[in-house]
C-alpha cells in the first residue's frame, strides 16, 4: 500500500505559478506517476504523466505551461503550473499505479484556483 499527499494547491490570480507535491510513503521508483484534475461538473482528466523510464506526457491544454517531474530519493512528484489561467481550476489528484496490474493509487487532492 502507498500513501500519496498532495500539497501546494491554493489561489492565485491568472498568469501566476503554483508548485505541487506529491509525497509518497514509499518508493516511487517501479510506479508510473501522474497528476490528474477534476473541475466541478466535469469529469477528471489526466495533466501530466511521468513514466517509469523518464519519458513525460502532457495533456495538450497545458503543454508549454506546465511541467512534472520526479526526486525519486525522496519519493516525490511535482507540478510546476505557470502561466495559470482560471480554466486550470479544479481539484489536482496524485496518482501511482502500475499498468496491467493491482497497483494505482490515488491521493486526497488539493484545489488550486485562479481567478481572472
Known amino acids: 500500500q502507498v500513501q500519496l499527499v498532495e500539497s501546494g494547491g491554493g489561489l492565485v490570480q491568472a498568469g501566476g505559478s503554483l508548485r505541487l507535491s506529491c509525497a509518497a510513503s514509499?518508493?516511487?521508483?517501479?510506479?508510473?506517476m501522474a497528476w490528474y484534475r477534476q473541475a466541478p461538473g466535469k469529469q477528471r482528466e489526466l495533466v501530466a504523466a511521468?513514466?517509469?523510464?523518464?519519458?513525460?506526457n502532457y495533456a495538450d491544454s497545458v503543454k508549454g505551461r506546465f511541467t512534472i517531474s520526479r526526486d525519486i530519493r525522496k519519493n516525490t512528484v511535482y507540478l510546476q503550473m505557470n502561466s495559470l489561467k482560471p480554466d486550470d481550476t479544479a481539484v489536482y489528484y496524485c496518482?501511482?499505479?502500475?499498468?496491467?496490474?493491482?497497483?494505482?493509487?490515488w491521493g486526497q487532492g488539493t484545489q488550486v484556483t485562479v481567478s481572472s
Open positions: 511521468i513514466y517509469r523510464g523518464g519519458n513525460t
Open positions: 514509499g518508493s516511487i521508483f517501479s510506479f508510473n
Open positions: 496518482n501511482a499505479g502500475i499498468p496491467d496490474s493491482k497497483y494505482d493509487y
